[in-house]
């Protein structure tokens, strides 16, 4: 019975830590995919899709981990996945972000009027 508590905690932890890192990126990366993808369609699909990996990520890595023993270890543990999980989600997304966002010499050359 210990072990089933510890393990809805750690999800819960789990899922309020990934459901606020979500809340706080949803505004600025709707903004930012909507800049890249051109229309509020693709940029509502990919800010979705982003958001569910920041929290299935780390739910995923939290539910690897063995959460029996002593309350204090597992805690630890939880967190540590799941802030691991968190970070290797936004890892992805702004690798991702980064590789499609034109860099300065991939702009087009602004030419004078004259």
């Known amino acids: 019975m210990a072990s ?3 393990t809805l905690m ?7 830590l990934s459901s ?9 990366l709707l903004v930012l995919l909507g800049d890249l993808c051109g229309t509020e ?3 509502r699909f990919w800010t979705i899709w982003s958001v569910a990996m920041v929290i299935l990520v780390p739910m995923l890595a939290v ?3 063995d959460l ?3 309350a204090v270890r597992v805690l630890r543990g939880v967190v540590f996945y799941a802030v691991g999980g968190i970070v290797t989600a936004l ?24």
């Open 20 to 28: 606020i890192a979500a809340a706080a990126l949803w505004r600025p």
């Open 63 to 65: 539910s690897a981990v």
């Open 68 to 70: 029996n023993g002593d």
């Open 91 to 114: 890892l992805g997304m702004g690798y991702a972000i980064w590789t499609r966002t034109p860099r300065g010499n991939d702009l087009p050359v602004r030419r004078e009027v004259m």
């Open 41 to 43: 369609q693709r940029s």
């Open 4 to 6: 089933l508590s510890l």
């Open 10 to 16: 750690g999800w819960f932890i789990t899922l309020t």
